[in-house]
């Protein structure tokens, strides 16, 4: 028994654990996509300590299961300093300040983080540094150079905020305070993620996934896949990048559609394997899975399966998605 993964041929006793094609963080659906005896233990156990879980509670997608109402928010838990996910707010006289995601008496908020604001008046725009990150004593002073001398404090200790910036250099001449430490205002949040080669990593596993689902493990063994697989296993960089990600949904014009994506499909035009992602129907994640080398110039149907969140099933896709 070879594993769609390792490679590696191992006994049965090695493949106790089903392989869901879609982790369960993102639902626990009726007739759900799982594989058996494909993929061993040692790689479901990785996968699952690894990827999915930075998947779960470290992207865009994972927090959008709170957003949603399908995860309660006292389940929430951040990957700390491990986390790539960062917030800022988007409008109002803190626009661009770093904030946090952070469980409150039961509702899931984001909430500013310790910081300091320069900016050229009162109303910004400003320049924002984390209180554990302030600009170096030649950066200040380049601040307030570039006229950058109006400092707005947000969520800090204000004699402590002080300290800091004599620490650096820095007199209470050189700048004017805009508000009193620890002023709030009301601004719009946005979440900024930088999609990593974790990420990439995690969409290739679901893909490949999927197609050893409706191909067979035979098929994913396929050397054309190898690239690929030592991707999302190993982390081997490929030559070229397999993934990309847009806004434009799979399934469109149809608002009310509220759940996850899977596609595959033969692309003649570029002769490459192409799959599709897309958690809630939001945005959409392409990974080439291969390209050329086939015998066939069309060895692969389009598959596609809708996971229903509002169902809890999975259904088959009309292949004119």
């Not at 945005?283 to 015998?295: K, M, P, S």
Request: negative net charge.
């Amino acid at each position: 028994m070879i594993c769609i993964y390792c490679k590696e041929d191992q006994p049965e006793s090695a493949y106790t654990k089903a392989e869901h094609v879609l982790p369960q963080s993102f639902g626990r659906f009726e007739d759900n996509l799982t594989l058996n005896e494909v993929v061993c233990d040692h790689c479901n156990q990785y996968f699952g300590d690894e990827l999915e879980l930075y998947l779960a509670r470290d992207t865009p997608d994972g927090l959008n299961r709170f957003r949603y109402g399908l995860k309660d928010a006292q389940d929430y838990k951040s990957l700390g300093k491990r986390s790539t996910l960062t917030f800022r707010i988007d409008s109002g006289p803190l626009a661009g300040a770093h904030a946090i995601q952070r469980v409150v008496e039961g509702e899931f908020l984001v909430m500013p983080l310790p910081q300091l604001g320069f900016g050229a008046s009162q109303d910004g725009p400003f320049r924002w540094f984390l209180l554990d990150a302030l600009p170096t004593r030649e950066e200040l002073k380049e601040l307030f150079e570039e006229g950058l001398d109006r400092v707005e404090f947000c969520e800090v200790d204000h004699s402590e905020a002080l300290e800091a910036l004599k620490a650096l250099g820095a007199q209470t001449s050189d700048f004017v305070e805009t508000r009193e430490g620890n002023w709030r205002g009301r601004g719009k949040i946005e979440a900024r993620t930088t999609l990593s080669h974790g990420f990439g990593r995690v969409i290739t596993k679901i893909s490949l996934n999927y197609l050893a689902s409706q191909y067979g493990a035979q098929t994913a063994l396929m050397p054309q896949f190898d690239v690929a697989r030592r991707y999302a296993r190993h982390a081997d960089l490929p030559p070229a990048r397999i993934w990309d990600a847009d806004t434009e949904k799979i399934i469109k014009n149809a608002p009310n559609v509220f759940g996850h994506v899977l596609t595959v499909a033969w692309q003649p035009e570029s002769k490459t394997v192409l799959a599709q992602v897309s958690f809630h129907n939001w945005n959409r994640y392409q990974v080439c899975l291969a390209v050329d080398g086939f015998v066939l110039d069309q060895p692969f149907k389009a598959c596609g399966h809708f996971f229903d969140l509002s169902a809890m099933r999975v259904v088959p896709l009309d292949p004119a998605w």
